[in-house]
């Protein structure tokens, strides 16, 4: 059973919102803080951290314009380069992905455990209690269909937009006392290490979009829809991520920045009184919610393109023919996100491990465009979405993920040794699963 195009153009700019939108701009500001030393540079990494994404976002929608198919992302590569390169790639980020998921999940319930919780059982084993719940639920949700996942995911995400959009307005609030000034200490270090250190939680807190081609299958006239999607949705994330990291610096201050947990509670604090933390709790429960709602929808449409491609088996492409739902892959990425909710680090490790593979991914995946103009040349002119600039939007965006890249090797090289380990035992893994699909046929 193939799958059936079941989403319009609005459901898939809620879907962007939501692969982009987690926890990362409530927890990462106080890294890029830390990172840059002073608001200047802070907000210049935000700002081209925006244009980079934005050069991304342009790349991407042509690459789903050109080749709208389901597990886009595993079958560009693979189109691009080489199915092996595909894989290695691609089987690092399902693990990374479900440790991202695990991770916000986590953080989200810290938030809601007070407000659920009895103080009695506040610990780790509730708050982990209180995740898994929370994924499991989604798992049945999205077993349902993906037209219901679909409008879950819609309704997750203007809650997320909303919460986004409260926490700018604590910047506009009379209530609000202007920070103690103090003076920010220039960095020891070079502008180069300091935009490779502080862009790496600045693109961790961008990244997500890419997945959208995931759902080129799902999609009504994709080759108009899709770049639309993409273009609309990273327009409002940049316009809601400078305005709130504006909102963060004046209601906080820069100096306090640097060391504030809980961003969220804080600024709502500083609005709605001793109702704030209530509120942002539920709020950001909800947001985590559309996070990992959205990576459940993704995730498991690169199992089917694997299977397509006969690296694993054919049980992980089956389509429920009612719901459009891969039941096989989709428990199988859930008991993973579950299983790592156990195996979980400190939460700056994590980003560090995920855009390893991340800028990985994305340069070599926004890459495969030349590939496509090439190979796709006689679909010009034919209505898909062709950007301007080509070719400096996309080497420009390239360009600076491989500089995140290689500042990821120089500020930890053992965890990023370690991350491609994984990476080259893709390799060996690729060999024997396409040995043993091609036995059983």
């Known amino acids: 059973m193939s799958i059936k195009p079941k989403l319009g153009p609005f459901d898939l700019t809620m879907i962007v919102v939501g692969l982009v939108i987690g926890m990362g701009i409530f927890r990462t500001p106080v890294s890029v803080a830390r990172e840059t030393g002073t608001p200047s540079l802070f907000f210049m990494v935000w700002i081209l951290g925006g244009l980079v994404t934005l050069c991304g976002a342009l790349t991407y929608a042509e690459i789903g314009s050109r080749y709208p198919v389901a597990g886009g992302f595993y079958k560009v590569l693979s189109y691009g380069f080489h199915p092996a390169y595909s894989f290695m790639i691609n089987w690092t980020l399902l693990i990374s992905n479900a440790a991202s998921i695990a991770a916000v999940c986590i953080v989200g319930a810290e938030y809601i455990g007070p407000v659920l919780l009895p103080e009695t059982i506040q610990h780790e084993g509730g708050r982990k209690a209180i995740a898994i719940g929370a994924v499991l639920m989604l798992y049945l949700i999205n077993l349902s269909g993906i037209r219901m996942s679909a409008s879950w995911q819609n309704v997750l995400t203007v809650f997320k937009i909303t919460l986004v959009l409260l926490l700018c307005l604590a910047a506009f609030s009379n209530n609000v006392a202007p920070p103690q000034a103090m003076a920010s200490a220039a960095s020891p270090h070079s502008w180069a290490y300091i935009f490779g250190a502080a862009l790496v939680p600045v693109f961790f807190t961008y990244g997500g979009y890419q997945q959208t081609i995931n759902f080129g299958s799902d999609v009504r006239e994709p080759g108009k829809n899709m770049p639309k999607a993409i273009m609309l949705g990273i327009a409002i994330i940049l316009l809601l991520y400078i305005t709130v990291n504006y909102a963060y610096v004046k209601v906080i201050g820069f100096e306090q920045l640097k060391n504030t947990d809980a961003l969220a509670a804080r600024m709502a604090g500083a609005f709605f009184g001793e109702y704030g933390f209530k509120v942002t709790s539920v709020l950001l429960f909800l947001s985590v919610l559309g996070y990992a709602n959205v990576n459940l929808m993704s995730n498991p449409r690169m199992y089917y393109a694997m299977a397509e491609d006969g690296v694993l088996p054919g049980i992980f492409k089956r389509v429920n023919s009612k719901t459009q739902v891969q039941e096989v892959a989709l428990t199988v990425f859930?008991?993973?996100?579950?299983?790592?909710?156990?195996?979980?680090?400190?939460?700056?490790?994590?980003?560090?491990?995920?855009?390893?593979?991340?800028?990985?991914?994305?340069?070599?995946?926004?890459?495969?465009?030349?590939v496509l103009r090439k190979k796709t040349a006689h679909l010009d002119g034919t209505g898909i979405y062709k950007m301007k600039l080509y070719p400096l939007i996309p080497a420009f965006f390239i360009t600076v993920y491989l500089f995140v890249t290689v500042n990821i090797f120089i500020t930890d090289l053992s965890q990023a040794l370690g991350g491609m380990v994984w990476f080259v035992a893709g390799l060996p893994i690729y060999i024997f699963m396409k040995y043993v699909v091609r036995k059983k046929t």
């Open 334 to 370: 859930t008991a993973l996100v579950i299983g790592l909710l156990y195996f979980l680090s400190n939460f700056d490790t994590i980003i560090r491990y995920v855009m390893l593979f991340d800028s990985i991914g994305l340069a070599s995946a926004a890459a495969t465009i030349f």
